[in-house]
T-cell receptor, first 115, second 115 residues
Framework: NAGVTQTPKFRVLKTGQSMTLLCAQD?????MYWYRQDPGMGLRLIHY???????AKGEVPDGYNVSRLKKQNFLLGLESAAPSQTSVYFC??????????????FGEGSRLTVL | AQKVTQAQTEISVVEKEDVTLDCVYE???????LFWYKQPPSGELVFLIR??????QNEISGRYSWNFQKSTSSFNFTITASQVVDSAVYFC????????????FGKGTRLHILP
């Protein structure tokens, strides 16, 4: 059981380039999340999805787009990368939301450097 | 609005000492839930506990214990007889009981256990 898988694990981009991070989960979870982790800032929510075909903005959505065309996949896109987007990105999923949803399952993280 | 404050940025203790990590949360909702996650130096995020707002019972799991107090909006985490393997960054997080709401993390507390 793979759980939550993120690809790629590492990527170096030049300013202005675009890229997509893929998150795949095999647990049939409804909810999926993208967080970024920066030193001293903790985990900040970028975008999230409450089900296939839905997306919503988190705390720091600017400069990112997301899509959830299939329930098991949640894509995070950077249309024009900036050095400020250098970070470690974590994807997470959960069975649902609310009091009975259980824990968040995290991927291993994707380290992105924008030069 | 949701907010999680982990006021302790970094803590160092000598092995076998007890240590408490503080978490203070803010929400106007009456139904919510709280998490603690551990991030060891290897970088993955490890689930420790989840607590719903209506369950104020304290919890003990081995050397770990959690004190949930709604009156002070706190969900503190204590490690008894700390070990070097407890060295990590610890995150507290808050989610609301509504279907579309987010899970917000604090900035984390970096814990150093000195041999």
């Amino acid at each position: 059981n793979a759980g939550v898988t993120q690809t790629p694990k590492f990527r170096v981009l030049k300013t202005g380039q675009s890229m997509t991070l893929l998150c795949a989960q095999d647990m049939n979870h409804e909810y999926m999340y993208w967080y970024r982790q920066d030193p001293g800032m903790g985990l900040r929510l970028i975008h999230y999805s409450v089900g296939e075909g839905t997306t919503a903005k988190g705390e720091v959505p600017d400069g990112y787009n997301v899509s959830r065309l299939k329930k098991q996949n949640f894509l995070l896109g950077l249309e024009s990368a900036a050095p400020s987007q250098t970070s470690v990105y974590f994807c997470a999923s959960s069975l649902g939301q609310g009091l009975w949803a259980g824990e968040l399952f995290f991927g291993e993280g994707s380290r992105l450097t924008v030069l | 609005a949701q907010k999680v404050t982990q006021a302790q940025t970094e803590i160092s203790v000598v092995e076998k000492e007890d240590v408490t990590l503080d978490c203070v949360y803010e929400t106007r909702d009456t139904t919510y839930y709280l998490f603690w996650y551990k991030q060891p130096p290897s970088g993955e995020l490890v689930f420790l506990i989840r607590r719903n707002s209506f369950d104020e019972q304290n919890e003990i799991s081995g050397r770990y214990s959690w004190n949930f107090q709604k009156s002070t909006s706190s969900f503190n985490f204590t490690i008894t007889a700390s070990q070097v393997v407890d060295s990590a960054v610890y995150f507290c997080a808050l989610g609301l009981g509504n279907r579309d709401d987010k899970i917000i993390f604090g900035k984390g507390t970096r814990l150093h256990i000195l041999p």
